[in-house]
Antibody, heavy 122, light 107 residues
Framework: QVQLVESGGGVVQPGRSLTLSCAASGFTFSSYAMHWVRQAPGKGLEWVAVISHDGSKRYYADSVKGRFTISRDNSKNTLNVQMNSLRPEDTAVYYC???????????????WGIGTAVTVSS | EIVLTQSPATLSLSPGERATLSCRASQSVSRYLAWYQQKPGQAPRLLIYDAPNRATGIPARFSASGSGTDFTLTISSLEPEDFAVYYCQQRSNWPPTFGPGTKVDFK
């Protein structure tokens, strides 16, 4: 079945880096744009970044621009986000999610992973 | 950035009752609005996109209406599994933004 599984979360000190991964299965990964969306503890959802189906285009929320880098490996059906210069306000559950449109974007997320928790604390 | 406001923050109802949730945008988003359901400890689930289209597998008791700045999600008769938090999200303007959520809980 269609599935996304995130990994790589943990506790990290402010200013350090962390890379999250998302393994996709059950669909043609290379045909879909992919997103990262985060949710701070007890809070709502915040869109973080998107990458086009072929990896040629990437867009970021202002809150992470210049610090986070989204990437994908279509040969391995894997989505990544490298997070640098982490701040306490980056503490959240990070979800990878599939864009609902084929070969383009519609910025709706129709398949979500279970999430991986990141805590930024000294 | 478009700000979405949801009301009420909490809706206390019983199974079988009708739930009406509101989402208001700070400027027009045309019909480019989605609704998601999130249960505790779970990922969000897409219910409605480009209001009023139901996502795959979503029961007919979920319906949505609205355009411009005012939108409504209606659950015609609450099932026990419908008690959750509901978020609206717009894709009309970049960046995509979410509302703060409405929690539907047991009365």
């Amino acid at each position: 079945q269609v599935q996304l599984v995130e990994s790589g979360g943990g506790v990290v000190q402010p200013g350090r880096s962390l890379t999250l991964s998302c393994a996709a299965s059950g669909f043609t990964f290379s045909s879909y744009a992919m997103h990262w969306v985060r949710q701070a503890p007890g809070k709502g959802l915040e869109w973080v970044a998107v990458i086009s189906h072929d990896g040629s285009k990437r867009y970021y929320a202002d809150s992470v621009k210049g610090r986070f880098t989204i990437s994908r490996d279509n040969s391995k059906n894997t989505l990544n986000v490298q997070m640098n210069s982490l701040r306490p306000e980056d503490t959240a559950v990070y979800y990878c999610a599939r864009d609902g449109a084929l070969l383009t974007y519609n910025y709706y997320m129709d398949v979500w992973g279970i999430g991986t928790a990141v805590t930024v604390s000294s | 950035e478009i700000v979405l406001t949801q009301s009420p923050a909490t809706l206390s109802l019983s199974p079988g009752e009708r739930a009406t949730l509101s989402c208001r945008a700070s400027q027009s988003v045309s019909r480019y609005l989605a609704w998601y359901q999130q249960k505790p400890g779970q990922a969000p689930r897409l219910l409605i996109y480009d209001a009023p289209n139901r996502a795959t597998g979503i029961p007919a008791r979920f319906s949505a209406s609205g355009s411009g700045t005012d939108f409504t999600l209606t659950i015609s008769s609450l099932e026990p599994e419908d008690f959750a938090v509901y978020y609206c999200q717009q894709r009309s303007n970049w960046p995509p933004t979410f509302g703060p959520g409405t929690k539907v809980d047991f009365k």
